[in-house]
């Protein structure tokens, strides 16, 4: 069966600190990975989305940043985080094609 | 533009009522319709999924109908329990070989005592 992890899983982090997420999926290979943010009161936004090693698409102008450096790792970074990084950041997987995304637990960031 | 409307914002119901959410979406193409129940501080789990050609779809106590003519879908939840106290997303798949989603602001259930 596959699982997917996400850590940590809560942060707090200062204004202007690094950041980085880590996601990692076990029991599939080649999965589309998925980065999304969500914010109080508000729906899921894509961040990035990677259909392979390598291979990132940005949804969102934003000073975050996400690699795949193997193929059931995916990670969400940032040089310097600001106040409205805040928020629940989930990562997601799926398979080829329309099919349906499973979602990790999950980290919820504080930028204080 | 894609968007995916739910309502209510919010509700409150007693344990062991019934409730609905609605959504209505404005997604075109149209590939499915999934549920997703959210538990707080969770990540989303899906409860259904529909195709065009489907209206009503169940999974235990939790029924999804959809009118793919009007795009509304409803998930209507029988004998209401303590733990189905979440939020309930509605997604909409617009199809495509990456599954482009949009995604409801969720609909938060508190179901009390």
């Known amino acids: 069966s596959q699982t997917i992890h996400q850590w940590p899983a809560t942060l707090v982090q200062p204004v202007g600190s690094p950041l980085s997420l880590e996601c990692t999926v076990e029991?599939?290979?080649?999965?589309?990975l998925y980065w999304y943010r969500q914010a109080a009161g508000r729906g899921l936004q894509l961040l990035f989305y990677?259909?392979?090693?390598?291979?990132i698409s940005s949804e969102v102008p934003q000073n975050l940043s996400a690699s795949r450096p193997q193929d059931r790792q995916f990670i969400l970074s940032s040089k310097k985080l600001l106040l409205s990084d805040s928020g629940f950041y989930l990562c997601?997987?799926?398979?080829?094609?329309?099919?349906?995304?499973?979602f990790g637990p999950g980290t919820r960031l504080t930028v204080l | 533009k894609n968007q995916v409307e739910q309502s209510p914002q919010s509700l409150i119901i007693l344990e062991g009522k019934n409730c609905t959410l609605q959504c209505n979406y404005t997604v075109s193409p149209f590939s499915n319709l999934r549920w997703y129940k959210q538990d707080t501080g969770r990540g989303p789990v899906s409860l259904t999924i529909m195709t065009f050609s489907e209206n009503t779809k169940s999974n235990g106590r939790y029924t999804a109908t959809l009118d793919a003519d009007t795009k509304q879908s409803s998930l209507h939840i029988t004998a209401s329990q303590l733990s189905d106290s979440a939020s309930y997303i509605c997604?909409?798949?617009?199809?495509?070989?990456?599954?482009?989603?949009?995604f409801g602001k969720g609909t938060k259930l508190s179901v009390k005592p």
């Open positions: 029991g599939t290979s080649n999965p589309n």
């Open positions: 997604v909409v798949s617009a199809g495509g070989s990456q599954g482009n989603l949009i």
């Open positions: 997601a997987w799926k398979r080829g094609g329309a099919g349906e995304q499973f």
């Open positions: 990677s259909v392979g090693i390598g291979q």
